[in-house]
């Protein structure tokens, strides 16, 4: 397994503002991604954060919005730009190791609130 | 192209009573399949995995699930269901030729003592 932590645990921000949140996982992972899960509904990929290349988005997610850093193997930074209430959510980040079956291991998530 | 159908979004059993939640998949390629819970306010937790092996998979807790491809289902189920049980659960697919994982819309699962 991995362990994986998310900074902050939670947030409540204004509306125009911007906020980063961070993952760190505790051993080199080759992939790790990016989930919104607003309330009450399940998971949803915003991105494939690469190392040494920039991230893949998935259908509805933009990299203005939603810019990502992968800059090693420990440690991914999403952003989250420009917020309005409808970003509230938690932000969840996963990682995955290729040859493990493919399962993925998920942060204990950001709470984010926009008022 | 690859989905998850979560037939149910509650489940109610007694407490000590069998537990089945119900998870449909479409897949082009040969899918692992995963359930994952998720306790209030906590993170998720991987319950179990199907990876083209035994069809008949057990996970954490005494929970297990059964692929079968012919109906292209992947249930859930657990023989005696506890309080601790509770929480919210994920049914995921996600294909050989990558990582990316397909999520179930969840199945809330309530256990009434």
């Known amino acids: 397994s991995a362990v994986i932590s998310q900074k902050p645990s939670r947030d409540i921000c204004q509306r125009g503002t911007s906020l980063t949140i961070q993952c760190q996982v505790d051993?080199?992972?080759?992939?790790m991604f990016w989930y919104r899960q607003q309330p009450g509904q399940s998971l949803t990929l915003i991105a494939t954060?690469?190392?040494?290349?920039?991230?893949?988005?998935e259908s509805g997610f933009v990299i203005d919005k939603f810019p990502i850093s992968r800059p090693n193997l420990t440690f991914s930074t999403l952003t989250v730009s420009n917020m309005s209430p409808e970003d509230s959510s938690i932000y969840l980040c996963?990682?995955?190791?290729?040859?493990?079956?493919?399962?993925?291991?998920f942060g204990p998530g950001t709470r984010l609130t926009v008022t | 192209a690859q989905s998850v159908t979560q037939l149910d979004s509650h489940v109610s059993v007694s407490e000590g009573t069998p537990v089945l939640l119900r998870c449909n998949y479409s897949s082009s390629y040969s899918p692992s399949l995963f359930w994952y819970v998720q306790h209030p306010n906590k993170g998720l937790q991987l319950l179990l995995k199907?990876?083209?092996?035994?069809?008949l998979v057990k996970g954490i807790n005494g929970f297990e699930a059964e692929f079968k491809k012919s109906e292209t289902s992947f249930h859930l189920t657990k023989p005696s269901a506890h309080m601790s049980d509770a929480a919210e659960y994920f049914c995921?697919?996600?294909?050989?030729?990558?990582?990316?994982?397909?999520f179930g819309t969840g199945t809330s699962l309530t256990v009434i003592p």
């Open positions: 199907y990876t083209s092996a035994a069809t």
């Open positions: 954060a690469n190392q040494g290349s920039e991230a893949t988005y």
């Open positions: 995921v697919v996600s294909v050989e030729t990558g990582n990316q994982f397909y």
């Open positions: 051993s080199q992972v080759t992939m």
């Open positions: 996963s990682v995955s190791r290729t040859g493990r079956s493919y399962e993925q291991y």
